[in-house]
């Protein structure tokens, strides 16, 4: 079953108290009639049933302290299917809905979510996972018995977000008028639907509930029937919010008015930005429209300033690492580059960079598609192709502005890397990005680009390929020995024990075990030996042989060393890496 928070019946009721959720002396009666009936019935029952306990009280205190998730059944398509796992005489009894299921993960909304004996038959009754949520208790009567009747369909109406004590979202954006090729009246329409206080209340609370579980993006994706919106937290995506698929042309043109979009465009994808303001802070939202089978599709990329650390210390690299990154800014001129997937935290380090190196007396210009972070004293250009404002042009104005420091948000072409190395040959110090899969890739990447190995040795300082693992919840993660295949497959020394850590799940973490992400690296220092390999023309696997005789450690050994500290869990190791050729799982140092 899954992990549930941890509360004792004193803690709770200190806190119902203390929140003003229940008056002292309803609580005591409430604790006698339990006690009374040989503790058959939860106390918080009793006081819901009685109508002694603040509801919107009692939902922010399960919220805020102890990390049950808000369900908004207002917003909820909840399907005939689901609503058969758990009978109506159940569902009546132990005032709970069944919303959404994943998989074997049945979420429920309950009005009480600490009464544990209730999950545990809800379990034994299902045969599944059950993953607790709250809602208000009288509107969980309501929707019981609007849900579960006879003739009528799941409930499946989309409205206003209901209040649920977090800051609303003010001044989003302002309308603008779209210069449309299609029926005026058709416009208008869309337009005014958009601006309904159901849709704007829905975009609303989804633009929140994105920052508040410190997502990385938003996804509202059509299908056949019905709209799913995802968040991506930590690298892994979750379902928020289902619902009607007729609400689906609303919810993109209003963030289409957000974005100061064309709503009238339908056929082509369109790209935007605007902010937010939520929790005391600005947010920046980037937007991405592509027009899909089913609809348009969105994708808007979180850029949480106030919550992203640009500080190159707290990102998870180790002291050596910092050094080695450290050790190459300060060079007067030359090349940085840093390598990976899409998603794996480059330009967060590159910023990072640049924030150490920034100061009054020097130049830094950036050229990026699209730029992501709003950097005070930094120059930061656009790239827009549309109009010809490509990377080889805007480098090329860029090196007449006289910069110190130049950041290139990719290398794409020939043209690019070709402008990028005359650069850091003529006094500059470039940083940049390719997508390549290793540190030591990207030089057979820069060749295959046309770039002469003497080029390549005389102005690269250091290669950095990187990824994110997710960091295991320092509050619950649990602690094992590893089984003997275990040092097998990690080539540890057997005699020697390690110890090993698991994700749990606490409400801290929202039962998910891991709270955060943690670089990974390998980086490749530009040593003399290392750079006659190049020079000579050697395999990438020469080269990568020598740089792990020179230590270097790969991804894969970067990301034991933070399992064996505790950082990180295996299956996290297994599921970021893969395995270094040659080897079972690389070498692993011991300090």
Not at 65 to 89: A, N
Not at 428 to 451: E, F, I, Q, Y
């Amino acid at each position: 079953m899954e992990e549930r928070p941890h509360s004792s019946q004193s803690d709770l009721r200190e806190a119902l108290v203390r929140s003003g959720t229940v008056k002292p002396e309803d609580l005591y009666q409430a604790s006698q009639e339990q006690a009374k009936s040989g503790q058959k019935s939860h106390f918080l029952d009793i006081l819901l049933d009685h109508g002694k306990c603040d509801e919107k009280k009692l939902v922010q205190l399960l919220v805020s302290e102890y990390g049950y998730r808000l369900v908004s059944l207002k917003m909820l398509v909840i399907h005939k299917d689901v609503l058969k796992l758990i009978p109506k005489k159940a569902a009546e009894e132990h005032v709970c809905l069944p919303v959404s299921l994943f998989e074997k993960t049945l979420t429920v909304a309950f009005a009480n979510p600490t009464n544990l004996k209730v999950l545990d038959q809800l379990q034994a009754a299902t045969g599944m996972r059950i993953r607790a949520s709250v809602a208000e208790y009288s509107m969980l009567k309501e929707y019981i018995k609007k849900c579960y009747q006879e003739e009528a369909p799941a409930y499946e109406e989309a409205a206003a977000a209901e209040e649920s004590g977090g800051e609303e979202l003010v001044d989003l954006a302002k309308m603008v008028e779209s210069e449309a090729t299609i029926d005026k009246q058709q416009v208008s329409d869309l337009m005014e639907q958009a601006n309904q206080a159901p849709v704007v209340k829905l975009v609303n609370m989804v633009l929140v509930e994105g920052v508040r579980r410190h997502a990385s993006d938003i996804f509202v994706e059509p299908w056949e029937n019905f709209v799913r919106i995802r968040v991506r937290v930590d690298g892994i995506l979750e379902e928020i919010v289902k619902t009607q698929k007729t609400y689906a042309p609303a919810i993109v043109s209003r963030i289409k008015i957000m974005s100061q979009l064309n709503i009238a465009e339908h056929r082509v994808p369109q790209d935007g930005r605007f902010k937010v303001r939520t929790q005391g802070r600005e947010v920046d939202m980037r937007v991405s429209i592509l027009p899909s089978s089913f609809g348009e599709k969105v994708c808007l990329r979180i850029l949480d300033t106030g919550a992203q650390s640009h500080d190159i210390s707290k990102l998870g690299f180790t002291e050596s690492e910092q050094r080695i990154i450290r050790d190459s800014a300060q060079k007067p001129h030359g090349m940085i580059l840093v390598t990976g997937p899409t998603g794996s935290g480059k330009t967060t380090t590159l910023y990072s960079i640049l924030e150490h190196l920034d100061s009054p007396q020097v130049n830094i210009t950036t050229v990026e598609d699209p730029v992501e972070y709003q950097m005070p004293g930094i120059n930061q250009v656009n790239v827009r192709e549309a109009i010809g404002l490509t990377f080889p042009a805007a480098l090329r104005s860029i090196l007449r502005q006289d910069p110190d420091i130049i950041l290139i948000g990719e290398i794409r072409d020939a043209d690019t890397l070709d402008i990028a190395v005359k650069a850091a040959l003529t006094g500059h110090l470039v940083l940049s990005t390719l997508h390549t899969n290793d540190a030591v890739s990207s030089v057979t990447r820069m060749a295959n680009l046309g770039l002469e190995p003497f080029l390549i040795a005389s102005t690269v300082l250091m290669i950095s390929a990187q990824r994110l693992v997710r960091r295991l919840c320092p509050r619950c993660r649990a602690a094992y020995d590893p089984e003997p295949n275990i040092y097998k497959l990690l080539n540890l020394d057997p005699h020697k024990k390690v110890q090993l850590w698991k994700a749990k799940g606490c409400s801290q973490c929202r039962q998910l075990g891991y709270q955060g992400r943690s670089v990974i690296t390998e980086i490749l220092e530009m040593k003399p030996d290392i750079l006659d390999m190049i020079m000579q023309g050697a395999s990438a696997d020469l080269i990568k042989q020598k740089a792990r005789e020179n230590g270097m450690h790969t991804l894969r050994e970067s990301a034991i060393q933070k399992a064996l500290s505790g950082e990180t869990s295996l299956e996290e190791v297994f599921r970021v890496t893969t395995v270094d050729a040659g080897s079972k799982a690389g070498r692993v140092s011991d300090d």
